[in-house]
């Protein structure tokens, strides 16, 4: 069974700092997929990685995949407080079926 | 249209009603999905429809129902819930049933049993 864990959980950071979130998954896959959510909101679609080595960028933030080590990280630069929200990697099952397993989440809340 | 339309937004209903969710998209994607997600959780996937067959059933209880009427259409029919199944529930579809261009969620419904 495919398992998807984040860390940290919870993260608090202050504006204009640099910090990365870890996604760590247990069966080969080569396609993950970042996610951002704000409370009670859907899940808004960041980026889609889907070869070993990927590294994608918009803004603030940069994704990156390594299938070998079965590592996703997302970084975040100079982080301002509208980054605050909840954060998902999610791992493509690829079978007959393809489904996203997703991570634990990552809480991010920046200050000022 | 790059949207994924959930229809209602909030719902509120009894242990004893039956009602239906609904999602709607005009893509052309071939693969739709129900995802459910509970208060500080990730989502979890239930089912998964390719070309309008129902491809996954994650051992979903039978008071949830799937329907798939068109590739563009797709139902959640909730019978006899439980206050346990209040959750955000979240449609999502793509292309086909390997996500190369991404999966589109829906802004989702908020469920309530009473």
């Known amino acids: 069974e495919l398992k998807v864990e984040q860390n940290p959980l919870f993260l608090s950071m202050q504006e204009g700092k640099n910090y990365t979130i870890y996604c760590n998954y247990s069966?080969?896959?080569?396609?993950l997929y970042w996610y951002r959510q704000d409370p009670g909101k859907s899940l808004e679609s960041l980026f889609v990685?889907?070869?070993?080595?990927a590294v994608k960028q918009e803004g603030r933030l940069m994704a990156s995949l390594d299938t070998k080590a079965r590592l996703s990280t997302l970084h975040i630069t100079a982080a301002v407080h509208d980054l605050s929200a909840t954060y998902f990697c999610?791992?493509?099952?690829?079978?007959?079926?393809?489904?996203?397993?997703f991570g634990t989440g990552t809480r991010l809340q920046v200050t000022l | 249209d790059t949207e994924v339309t959930q229809t209602p937004k909030h719902l509120v209903m009894g242990m004893t009603n039956k009602k239906s969710l609904k999602c709607e998209q005009h893509?052309?994607?071939?693969?739709m999905y129900w995802y459910k997600q509970k208060a500080k959780k990730p989502p979890e996937l239930m089912f998964v429809?390719?070309?309008?067959?129902?491809?996954i059933n994650e051992s979903v209880p039978s008071r949830f129902s799937p329907e798939c009427p068109n590739s563009s259409l797709l139902n959640l029919h909730l019978h006899a819930l439980q206050p346990e199944d209040s959750a955000l529930y979240l449609c999502?579809?793509?292309?086909?049933?390997?996500?190369?261009?991404?999966?589109?969620f829906g802004s989702g419904t908020r469920l309530t049993v009473v």
């Open positions: 999502a579809s793509s292309q086909t049933i390997r996500g190369l261009d991404g999966y589109t």
């Open positions: 069966t080969t896959s080569d396609r």
């Open positions: 990685l889907l070869s070993n080595g």
């Open positions: 999610a791992v493509e099952n690829t079978g007959t079926a393809s489904k996203l397993t």
């Open positions: 893509m052309g994607h071939r693969a």
């Open positions: 429809y390719s070309y309008e067959k129902l491809s």
